[in-house]
């Protein structure tokens, strides 16, 4: 059975720091992408970065990309996201997500965990 659990959110000033985790488990992390998201209110899910398993390759949005940093640790089994330079523009619930794929598309992505809240005051 996959599984994920994101945590690692909170309060924080903007310009400051946060990293999440994911931890993961049920599937080879080979065959499959790990992906963040995020949705604030009253707004659409946003893909905000994504690590292939098979190469290690990452994928980030123009929002984010600069600030934020995607990585895994595959002993471990975990996925995180640094996230630097926080603007309150960034709150939202932060949730990671599996599929088996490569990156590049946000789209239709079977595995999902439960959210962390990312809030940031300005």
């Known amino acids: 059975e996959v599984q994920l659990q994101a945590s690692g959110g909170g309060l924080v000033q903007a310009g400051g720091s946060l990293r999440l985790s994911c931890a993961h488990s049920?599937?080879?992390?080979?065959?499959?992408?790990i992906g963040w998201f995020r949705q604030a209110p009253g707004k659409e899910r946003e893909g905000i970065s994504c690590i292939s398993g098979y190469d290690g390759g990452t994928y980030y949005p123009n929002s984010v990309k600069g600030r934020f940093t995607i990585s895994s640790d595959n002993a471990k089994n975990m996925v995180y996201l640094q996230m630097n330079n926080l603007k309150p523009e960034d709150t939202a619930i932060y949730y990671c997500?599996?599929?088996?794929?490569?990156?590049?598309?946000?789209?239709?992505?079977?595995?999902w965990g439960q959210g962390t809240q990312v809030t940031v005051s300005s």
């Open positions: 049920g599937f080879v992390f080979d065959d499959y992408a």
């Open positions: 997500a599996a599929d088996r794929r490569l990156c590049g598309s946000w789209l239709s992505w079977d595995y």
